[in-house]
């Protein structure tokens, strides 16, 4: 899958990722990655902007460390962030439940 698929679908991946610890930017994308099999190939311009954003919208805590003389930045889950991402699952099970009867109605 490219980014363009996952159009509108983006901030409640992230969340999810971040829900049980916290990651720096390049572990997120292979996070994801992993979680999906390797059908998601993420790239760092589509993640990069949406953490960002995220943390501005107060659904993320970022702070920066340095690993191995390395300085990144690591993202967490703030309390926001866990409502948010409540109600991102909520909206994903009703939109899989509604299409779903649709385009397989005999299930």
């Known amino acids: 899958m ?10 409640a991946l992230l969340l999810s990722v971040l829900e049980g610890e916290r990651l720096h930017g390049y572990a997120i994308i ?30 993320l805590a970022g702070e920066w460390s340095t690993a191995g003389g390395r300085r990144r930045r690591t993202y967490r889950l ?8 409540a109600g991102e699952r909520s909206a994903w099970r009703s939109f899989t439940r509604t299409i779903g009867s ?6």
């Open 2 to 11: 490219n980014a363009d698929e996952l159009r509108g679908h983006m901030d």
């Open 78 to 85: 703030t309390d926001a962030g866990r409502r948010a991402l």
């Open 30 to 59: 292979e996070a994801l990655r992993e979680r999906s099999g390797g059908e998601l190939n993420v790239p760092t311009g589509t993640v990069y902007p949406a953490l960002r954003r995220l943390e501005g919208a107060g659904l």
């Open 102 to 107: 649709v385009l397989d109605p005999l299930r």
